[in-house]
């Protein structure tokens, strides 16, 4: 229920006459009879309307006029003063158009294109109808001196999109109007932004709409350019979802191939294979301190004979010991008595290595630690598989280096290109200590 009623220079609220929904009340008398209202269908013998009473038809903007009693109202068609349709221009008080009609319908508003109402005069009625159904239309009082509601001197006020405004003067520099039917307190999104909730679902992302989360606080599928964790501004998380993804289906304690290691309750896993090297004990990193490194290789193309490069060693430049354990296995290439890989052979050695700060490192190699030879029956022989090291590169205040070589030797003639495959094994006793590729 609404009413409008003049209390000095306030206009209150509080119900429609009769409950007849189709008038909105504007002005009442101290009798809380109508003096002035809007209506989409004009009320007929019914109580509570002012003789004389103006009441405005909003679909035709003919005005009528209560010829009947206070009890019983008649409305009858009144001059309905002078009409006019009136391009909004300008964006100030200075520039805005000039309203000159009692009813004018303003056309062309974008938001800032404004009218200014005419020269205030005491009781006098001014409706001003804003045709654009997209943006709001400011109307400005007629001069920076007067005001219009609470709104300050030369302040306009704004009619939304497809609405329309009845100011009423009361001085000669005070006009009043009712706030905007669809027009909420403190209210600053725009239309578009407001219908982002249109079409929204709960739980469910759709595209250019305001994003609802759903019974569970959930919501299906997203995609953001960057996502972050943590309070604040939060901590970016930079890892792709392929690097997130080998996460999936991991089972505490099995290994699985091309996925995440996690150990289960006792902090175990069942069975790890090392392509290239493996890092036992202390800190777990080669070259530290108490820490056994372990690396195997498969080489091919050993001339008979002839010691090949098979791994290299770096001794930085400070106090540093380590034994290398290197284990042989070589497979006789072709041209012996019936084919390559007719007969093999192993052989084990240690090198020892030491060095201090600015001086060059020195590495022994032990003589072969057992070993084992075997042949198909009419095979030829490997005799021996022997390593031996190279001598010490780079100066004595740089990283020395050296190469750990094998010889594989055939017992007959014409058998070449050996093949085989070697293990070492590197334990530090310092930090930052040597390595083994």
């Not at 309750?265 to 290239?276: E, F, G, I, P, S």
């Not at 002839?306 to 034994?323: E, G, L, M, Q």
């Amino acid at each position: 229920m609404q009413r409008n009623e003049f209390r000095g220079n306030v206009i209150t609220v509080d119900g429609l006459p009769n409950g007849h929904s189709t008038v909105s009340v504007y002005i009442r008398d101290k009798y809380q009879n109508v003096l002035l209202g809007t209506c989409t269908t004009l009320p007929s013998a019914l109580a509570g309307y002012a003789v004389g009473c103006q009441m405005i038809d909003t679909a035709t903007g003919n005005v009528y006029v209560n010829t009947g009693s206070i009890t019983s109202c008649t409305f009858t068609s009144a001059e309905t003063g002078t009409t006019a349709t009136l391009a909004a221009t300008g964006n100030s008080l200075a520039t805005a158009a000039d309203i000159t009609a009692d009813t004018t319908v303003v056309t062309g508003a974008d938001g800032t294109k404004a009218v200014s109402l005419p020269v205030p005069a005491v009781n006098k009625i001014v409706m001003v109808i804003n045709s654009n159904a997209s943006n709001a239309l400011p109307v400005y009082p007629d001069a920076a001196g007067t005001q219009i509601n609470a709104l300050g001197a030369g302040n306009a006020f704004t009619i939304t999109a497809g609405q329309m405004a009845i100011f009423v003067c009361r001085s000669a520099t005070l006009w009043y109007v009712s706030a905007a039917t669809d027009t909420i307190t403190g209210l600053t999104a725009s239309a578009a932004e407001l219908n982002l909730l249109d079409g929204s679902v709960a739980g469910t992302a759709v595209a250019s709409k305001a994003l609802a989360l759903g019974a569970d606080k959930n919501v299906d599928v997203l995609a953001v350019a960057d996502l972050k964790l943590g309070a604040g501004a939060g901590t970016s998380v930079t890892a792709t979802a392929a690097e997130l993804n080998v996460n999936a289906g991991v089972t505490g304690g099995t290994v699985i191939a091309a996925k995440t290691v996690v150990a289960d309750a006792n902090k175990a896993v069942d069975t790890l294979r090392a392509t290239t090297s493996r890092t036992i004990g202390g800190t777990g990193v080669p070259g530290g301190a108490a820490v056994q490194t372990e690396l195997t290789k498969a080489i091919t193309a050993f001339s008979d004979t002839v010691a090949k490069d098979v791994f290299t060693v770096t001794i930085p430049n400070a106090a540093h010991a380590a034994v290398i354990e290197v284990d042989c296995l070589g497979v006789l290439g072709a041209g012996g008595a019936i084919g390559a890989g007719e007969a093999t052979r192993n052989s084990k050695y240690q090198i020892v290595v030491v060095r201090t700060a600015g001086v060059n490192a020195v590495a022994t190699v032990s003589s072969a630690i057992g070993g084992a030879a075997a042949n198909v029956a009419g095979g030829q022989a490997i005799t021996s598989v022997v390593v031996t090291a190279s001598a010490i590169a780079g100066a004595v205040g740089d990283p020395n280096t050296f190469t750990i070589k094998v010889a594989i030797t055939r017992g007959g003639a014409g058998a070449d290109n050996h093949t085989g495959a070697f293990t070492a094994r590197i334990l530090n006793q310092n930090a930052t200590g040597i390595t083994i590729a």
